[in-house]
Structures are given as C-alpha cells and as structure tokens.
T-cell receptor, first 107, second 113 residues
Framework: KNEVEQSPQNLTAQEGEFITINCSYSVGISALHWLQQHPGGGIVSLFMLSSGKKKHGRLIATINIQEKHSSLHITASHPRDSAVYICAVSPGNQFYFGTGTSLTVIP | KAGVTQTPRYLIKTRGQQVTLSCSPI?????VSWYQQTPGQGLQFLFEYFSETQRNKGNFPGRFSGRQFSNSRSEMNVSTLELGDSALYLC????????????FGPGTRLTVL
C-alpha cells in the first residue's frame, strides 16, 4: 500500500513545454513537500505546502486538501529542469515519499 | 551559512560488519532526520532526532539506530550489515520538527559486499 502515488513515472518534454506532475496521497497530512533530486543524489526542497498555491520562479505548486491531491507545474521548461521530482507528505510524525517522476527536458 | 554535511560520502563494507554515518546539520537547526534511498524502495524515512531525543522512527529493524549530540550533530549506525543495506543514506536538518522545510545533505553512498 502506497500512501503517496505520483504520476507520471517518466516524462520527456521539449524545451519550452509546460509540465505537470501529479501527486495523490491517502493519509491526513500537516504538510506536503516537493523535492528535486539531480543525478548524483543531491536533494533540494522546492516547496512545502499545507494549502493553496505557491510559486517560485517558473515552478508552481498547488494542493487540494479535500481531494488529497497536489500538482507541480513547470512553465517554459529548460534542460536544467531535468531531474527526479519527488512528492512527500508528512502526517506530522512521519514522512511518506512518492516513487518520483523522472523528467527529461530535451533542447 | 554552511549546508548540511555528511561523512563519509562513500563507504564500502562487507556483510556482517557495522557502520556509523555522521551528519552535521545547518547551524541552529535542532532537528535531524535520516532517510534511506534504494532503487527498489525509493526514499524511506528512518528516524528523526530533535534536541537529542528520537521523536519518530520509520519501519526499519533494530539494526538501524541513531543518536544526536548536544551540538545537534547526529550519527546513525547499522549493525550486522546485509547486502540489502546498500543504499544512499541522506540526512536532512530542519529548524523545527521535521514537518517543516528540510535541508538535505549530499548523502553517504554505502555499498555492502
């Protein structure tokens, strides 16, 4: 049983395309996190959300608490956005991770 | 401000040995969480320490243990290593309890032969 489901698992896009990655979860949460992991392993926290929408540069994250769903959008994608994007939820005392979405942006 | 540091970055051990990994959090951060990442299982939560106390623990056997010192530095120990313990071990620090924004270290890649 996976508490967090992400889709798609793999995504290839042309530079400039609008990208959406989805995350659904089955537990009650206090926060949802979007993480980015580049080859080599380093993880960067992109967003932490408990409601609504957040924007940082070309990245937008939204969450619908009632539907237990979050989306990560990348506008005007660029090859440097190529990475694995991981959704994680925190019911307060634990972290549950999605399996990640591997994004490749082709020039 | 220096980021989260982990030592060593790479480690090779044999089955049955034990290993200790170290994590130094960002200055002022009191929460340190540990995670295991494998190709098969993805990222999994190991445990979290806050002010020298283990607050939360994931679903791992007792061979996995940790501690946190008064300066917030943390160590995790894996005893009686198994081949399946080969993984990237990541730690992350947070200024408060783990549900707040986490800052990840570069990880320690452990290979068990």
């Amino acid at each position: 049983k996976n508490e967090v489901e992400q889709s798609p698992q793999n995504l290839t896009a042309q530079e400039g395309e609008f990208i959406t990655i989805n995350c659904s979860y089955s537990v009650g949460i206090s926060a949802l996190h979007w993480l980015q992991q580049h080859p080599g392993g380093g993880i960067v926290s992109l967003f932490m959300l408990s409601s609504g929408k957040k924007k940082h540069g070309r990245l937008i994250a939204t969450i619908n608490i009632q539907e237990k769903h979050s989306s990560l959008h990348i506008t005007a994608s660029h090859p440097r956005d190529s990475a694995v994007y991981i959704c994680a939820v925190s019911p307060g005392n634990q972290f549950y991770f999605g399996t990640g979405t591997s994004l490749t942006v082709i020039p | 401000k220096a980021g989260v540091t982990q030592t060593p970055r790479y480690l090779i051990k044999t089955r049955g040995q034990q290993v200790t990994l170290s994590c130094s959090p960002i200055s002022g951060h009191r929460s340190v969480s540990w995670y295991q990442q494998t190709p098969g299982q993805g990222l999994q939560f190991l445990f979290e320490y806050f002010s020298e106390t283990q607050r939360n623990k994931g679903n791992f056997p007792g061979r996995f243990s940790g501690r946190q010192f008064s300066n917030s530095r943390s160590e995790m120990n894996v005893s009686t290593l198994e081949l399946g313990d080969s993984a990237l071990y990541l730690c992350a620090s947070s200024s408060r309890i783990s549900r707040h924004e986490q800052f990840f270290g570069p990880g320690t890649r452990l290979t068990v032969l």
